[in-house]
């Protein structure tokens, strides 16, 4: 089992990376949410991977946080979700977006997601609800207010990414309304 690797970035081509390793190249695939975060080229990067054996391949998989292997995990263990699936789940939601949508039973959320059909999507969110929801989304949907939330959303509606919307929103008022909110936020960007 390859849990975990730490070598030079050689090679990035979404969603495949390459990572010389004291000379063994490894392909290992990623979420987007781990490859934007990748550094330049070059540079050294630590993985924790999840290794897949199967009768035809063996397959690495990478991710920059504990938090999204774990994730990863549990979605490879829902009947009908494959690896590849999991990894466009998460390159479609943070881990803490997937938390909040299942803490919230919002499958049209995961259905946003390129290859999650209203079934795939209704049977992540009954898997998922107890695992996931309870530990991840709880917290993060307690500690945005409604209109924070529409704001993040409407934010990354329109282009900015989940770091950068939340950026703003700790910028805004907490009693803000979310027109308001949205041009603070916007301008706040925009500095």
Known sequence: MIGRLNGTLVDKSP??????????????DVPMSTFYNLPALGATVT????????EDAQLLYGFLTAPERSTFRDLVKISGVGPRTALAILSGLSVAELGAAVS?????????????????????????KGKLGADLGAPAAGALSEAQGDIAQALQALGYNEREAQAA????PPDVGVSDGIKLALKALNK
């Open 15 to 28: 969603p495949t990376l390459v990572l010389d390793v004291h000379g063994v190249g490894y392909e290992v």
């Open 47 to 54: 993985l924790l991977t999840h290794f897949v054996v199967r």
């Open 104 to 128: 919230r039973q919002d499958s049209a959320r995961l259905v946003k997601v390129p290859g999650i059909g209203r079934k795939t999507a209704e049977r992540l969110l009954l898997e998922l």
């Open 169 to 172: 929103l700790k910028a805004l």
